[in-house]
């Protein structure tokens, strides 16, 4: 559902960026991508509802291709006031405060890492080739993980456990999906 909830807006949004682009204003366009994706985001909090704080993490995508040649700090700065404006709303206007703000911190504190430690040096391990691989998986299960975590551990506790339960678990459904996706897509027509 969420594919479909926010998935096909945001590749209309950003169809309709391209098009602004053409017209020769491609820093308001994306300006534009990131303000609605802001938007969205805080609409969605203001309803009681975290699932949606990534979407501004599209538009910042945009932001650090557009803006590459200004380097890691540019786009760390505009992520860290996303990041900043999307935790305050889940403090301020969320029915769960604290788990919300930690869920929503640390998905930003996340990107930014990532973004700085691939930018900084060429990786060779294969941490990204394993996180690609469980991505849609760890999306399906990293929030109910979090969820029975926040209710039965202290915090500490559940910083820990959560993450790695969260790995361990999409792994785990990675390999129970699989060969049900490959067999369905066996008897679907080419």
Known sequence: MWYV???IPLYVAFYLMT???RRRNATA???????????YTLWSIANDSIRDHSVPMFALGVIASYYRQRGIM???????VSAVATCAATVLLTSHPLTGMI????????????????????????????LTA?????????????EVASRYLPLGA??????????????????LRE????????????
């Open 29 to 39: 366009a994306v300006w534009l991508l990131y303000a609605g994706c802001m938007a």
């Open 19 to 21: 098009l602004i682009c």
């Open 103 to 130: 869920h929503v911190g640390f998905d930003y504190a996340l990107i930014i890492a990532m973004v700085a430690i691939l930018s900084a040096r060429r990786v060779e391990w294969k941490l990204p080739v394993v």
């Open 158 to 175: 559940f910083l820990f456990v959560s993450v790695a339960a969260s790995f361990v678990i999409a792994m785990a459904f990675r390999r």
């Open 179 to 190: 060969p049900a996706t490959n067999f369905v897509s066996r008897l679907l027509p080419a």
């Open 74 to 80: 540019f786009f760390t700065a505009i992520t860290c």
């Open 5 to 7: 909830r926010v998935l």
């Open 134 to 146: 469980i991505s849609f998986d760890l999306y399906l299960v990293h929030f109910k993980v979090l």
